[in-house]
């Protein structure tokens, strides 16, 4: 399931970008005590929110079009005692992986064309994804989450906030955005604001934590 290059593949080949933890955001700090069954994580980068989920007992199945990352996602994994596999095969319907050694999947694809992975999840987490795109690509992408959402799919998504000001960086998202492109198939629960940690600044920068669920009709073929 190959893409073309990425362009984030330059932040990774000069070492740690400023998202790049080591860790996961703390904004997720509850999230990770609570999720159970597959999970999506779109833009997961070097792993580092993936491979706790998936320690914790999750299926994990993480995205992203920069090989670069998924490979030192993959290290990472390793070297805390998980099996991470790039490109994965899908598993057999009903046969999730078993135990934690088994429970990270890493699939270099295009989180605006999600529909090939063929698979439903329980969980979709967006860490940083969302505020990298234009306009016509919100558009794009929830379409896209869509194809892999079925009813009571949650999503928790963090991003940049309009509160932030504009000294460079992601896209800043506006409150009232977040409510009008999650208006139509999926319910916002909550939207409050949240630190998005960077390297740049020990105090990170302003952001929005979204909490939303689907309820959009699934797509015929989805397991």
């Known amino acids: 399931m190959g893409v073309t290059p990425n362009p984030f593949d330059a932040a990774y080949q000069g070492g740690s970008p400023p998202w790049d933890l080591g860790r996961a955001q703390k904004?997720?700090?509850?999230?990770?005590?609570?999720?159970?069954?597959?999970?999506?994580?779109?833009?997961?980068?070097?792993?580092?929110?993936?491979i706790e989920l998936a320690e914790r007992g999750a299926d994990v199945w993480g995205v992203d079009a920069s090989m670069?990352?998924?490979?030192?996602?993959?290290?990472?994994?390793?070297?805390?005692?998980?099996?991470?596999?790039?490109?994965?095969?899908?598993?057999?319907?009903?046969?999730?992986?078993?135990?934690?050694?088994?429970?990270?999947?890493?699939?270099?694809?295009?989180?605006?064309d999600l529909g090939k992975l063929r698979a439903s999840f329980d969980v979709i987490v967006d860490c940083g994804f969302f505020h990298t795109l234009s306009d016509r690509g919100r558009e794009r992408y929830l379409t896209s989450l869509g194809t892999v959402s079925r009813p009571g799919t949650r999503l928790s998504l963090l991003c940049?906030?309009?509160?932030?000001?504009?000294?460079?960086?992601?896209?800043?998202?506006?409150?009232?955005?977040?409510?009008?492109?999650?208006?139509?198939?999926?319910?916002?629960?909550?939207?409050?604001?949240a630190v998005f940690e960077h390297r740049g600044n020990e105090e990170g920068a302003a952001g929005w934590l979204m909490t939303a669920a689907y309820f959009g009709k699934p797509l015929p073929g989805l397991n």
């Not at 996602?73 to 598993?91: F, K, T, V």
């Open 160 to 193: 940049f906030s309009d509160l932030e000001p504009m000294w460079g960086g992601p896209r800043r998202v506006r409150r009232k955005e977040l409510e009008s492109a999650f208006s139509r198939e999926w319910g916002v629960e909550r939207i409050e604001p």
């Open 27 to 50: 904004a997720f700090g509850p999230l990770l005590d609570e999720v159970r069954g597959r999970v999506l994580d779109v833009g997961c980068g070097t792993g580092d929110l993936a």
């Open 68 to 112: 670069l990352a998924l490979r030192t996602a993959a290290q990472r994994a390793q070297a805390r005692g998980q099996l991470a596999l790039i490109d994965a095969d899908r598993p057999a319907p009903g046969q999730p992986p078993k135990g934690p050694t088994a429970a990270l999947r890493l699939f270099l694809a295009d989180a605006l």
